[in-house]
């Protein structure tokens, strides 16, 4: 009937170790779509600040409609996190972390908002030295107790 179909893939890459990437790609067949994506996921890595294997501290961020919520967690608690969320926290090598994603259910709008909370962590070390503070005090409390 005159039609043409696109396909369009999204993929999240990572190293496992605090750094994570976003790519989309659209083509007329899957193969190249998903080689599109990938490339634009290599180019598109950023850098996430962890204190073990959590968060440094809670954010939230949104894209359009969706807004995701990220809380560290202690040792052992696991990726509390469904969907988009999972596979950009898991790539990025995130182990503990609790999630709450409101708004828009889409799942490019969820990942993005994911990417924008991301984005928005700082590091302990960089907050304490903006705030005149000793290192230490900027962990969460579970990191504290460990290292006193």
Sequence with gaps: GGRRFQVRVTVVTGDNNGHVGLGVGK???VPEAMRKATERAHRSMVSVPMVGTTIPHEV???TSGARVLLKP???GTGVI???GVRAVLEAAGIRD???KSMGSANVLNVVKATFDALDQLKSPAEEAARRGKPANEMLPFWER???A
């Design 97 to 99: 972390i609790l999630t």
């Design 145 to 147: 107790r460990k290292n």
């Design 81 to 83: 996190a469904a969907g």
């Design 73 to 75: 967690a202690s040792r």
């Design 60 to 62: 939230t961020g949104s």
């Design 27 to 29: 083509a007329n067949a």
